[in-house]
């Protein structure tokens, strides 16, 4: 047992070894449904912080299936976070801040993927995961709940991380897919100046971010699952009815993406993001996987033909479908309908979103990075490709935790990709630099992350220009 004390109460944590200790569940904020979370500031009694707290009640996606985190215990009383920390922490600590993804409908910081002792023992870094309110109970309409729900942990963290040996002046927010584009999002909200100081967005799913008229669509779609006709009438309802609803909404919904997520403008969160972003002067780095729609491609059971995917060209490309469709065509050669399209639209949901960003913010002078991580799995004979969330384990180092291999196979290779991913990372959290140059409009240099690294300059300008980003 390890304990540590000041002035908003006791915290009781375990050893995770002789180099690690952790303090796990502690709650950092309380919230009614659908209110603002309230911050927790004292604890009247001796907070036990030895085991996760319970993840946001939620219809499982297919990583929980196989991280087998879909049977841990639910709760709308979910806003819990926890900490790695050295054992011995002899000056105060550079801390990674960690938001997990799951498309703002489903995930926790429970899983074994995330765990952060490997990355203090690697970095002498303290690291912070959270879990926030997702699916209805964090997005519904224009109230950013869950977003408003990452900003009381860092509010948590600003006031109570310097017990745990953390540096509350040197906090770097990171995040996947829902929580790359949160990160994002949380360098554009007024609400957490003096609180962040380093972002690092892995594949932000930035399309996630909606519009006001598509969070009014949602929300009256939602309220006719659910069989009510207002937020009072949803507050009437059992958790179990509301993810009943929610499970409904995603069998019938068209635009899934936006079913649940952050609005712009919406509580915490202003109208332009990626502009707001720029100005907030935050050091920002973003990455995409260069295979990102394929894992959703190869769990879907629908099989894709010619016509089906020249209707998707047409459907993104209108009258230009035909020419994007050659070159697609030349750039994946030998794919078939399924891997051509996972291309387009891995560049049209993640790539093009994120070089828009980064060109936003590199034309005001807001100090950006940019990388590609392109090491595919050999799992699946290679269907997969580098697909989404590959990255994760690697930048955790989390390589050695259960049903990693399931995903990246077992070459001793991702030793050597994971050493210098997490690299990266602990040298952006010290000292706030990478070994590679910053992103320009001009240059637009990314770093490659593969078997070797290497610096590329405006890679796949054919790409840019067919998505119009040719400024």
């Not at 006031?159 to 002046?169: C, H, L, Q, T, Y």
Request: charge should be negative; proline fraction near 5%.
């Amino acid at each position: 047992m390890v304990q540590i004390s000041n002035q908003c109460g006791v915290f009781l944590g375990t050893q995770h070894n002789d180099q690690v200790d952790e303090f796990l569940g502690i709650q950092y904020a309380r919230a009614e449904r659908f209110q603002a979370p309230v911050d927790v500031e004292k604890y009247a009694e001796v907070v036990e912080a030895k085991s996760f707290g319970a993840q946001c009640p939620q219809v499982p996606g297919f990583m929980e299936e196989i991280l087998n985190t879909k049977d841990l215990q639910t709760s709308e009383e979910c806003l819990y976070l926890n900490i790695w920390k050295p054992t011995v922490v002899e000056s105060p600590l550079p801390v990674l801040f960690w938001i997990h993804g799951g498309a703002y409908t489903n995930g926790t910081a429970a899983t074994s993927w995330y765990h952060g002792a490997n990355l203090v023992q690697l970095g002498e870094v303290i690291v912070v995961s959270i879990n926030y309110r997702l699916g209805p109970f964090g997005f519904i309409g224009e109230n950013n709940l869950g977003l408003l729900d990452q900003i009381s942990a860092l509010r948590w963290v600003n006031r109570n991380i310097e017990s745990f040996g953390g540096d509350p002046a040197n906090v770097t927010i990171f995040g996947e897919s829902a929580g790359g584009s949160s990160v994002v999002a949380l360098t554009a909200s007024p609400l957490t100046k003096g609180l962040v100081n380093k972002a690092w967005a892995m594949s932000p799913s930035l399309l996630q971010l909606r519009s006001r008229a598509e969070a009014q669509v949602a929300m009256s779609d939602f309220f006719e699952a659910a069989h009510v006709e207002s937020l009072n009438g949803l507050k009437t309802l059992s958790t179990q009815q509301i993810i009943d609803a929610t499970a409904q909404m995603f069998l019938n919904v068209e635009n899934y993406i936006s079913t649940f997520s952050p609005t712009r403008g919406g509580s915490g969160l202003p109208e332009n993001v990626d502009e707001a972003s720029a100005k907030s002067k935050l050091p920002l780095i973003v990455g995409t996987t260069r295979d990102e729609i394929r894992l959703w491609a190869v769990l879907n059971p629908q099989p894709l033909d010619e016509a089906g995917a020249t209707k998707i060209f047409e459907d993104a490309f209108a009258e230009s479908a035909e020419n994007a469709r050659s070159i697609y065509g030349q750039l994946t050669q030998n794919s078939s309908p399924v891997q051509m399209v996972s291309a387009m639209q891995t560049d049209q949901h993640f790539r093009v979103p994120a070089w828009q960003l980064c060109d936003t913010r590199s034309k005001i002078g807001a100090e950006t990075w940019m990388y590609w991580f392109t090491w595919p799995t050999p799992v699946f004979d290679g269907a997969l490709g580098c697909c989404h969330a590959l990255d994760l384990p690697f930048m955790f180092c989390n390589l050695d935790k259960p049903n990693v291999e399931l995903f990246t196979g077992t070459s001793p290779v991702r030793s050597k990709i994971s050493g210098h991913f997490t690299g990266e990372l602990l040298s952006f959290a010290k000292t706030g630099k990478v070994s590679w140059p910053t992103y320009d409009a001009s240059e637009r240099k990314t770093l490659r992350i593969d078997e070797d690294v290497e610096v590329l300059t405006d890679p796949d300008p054919v790409i840019r220009k067919l998505w119009n980003l040719t400024s």
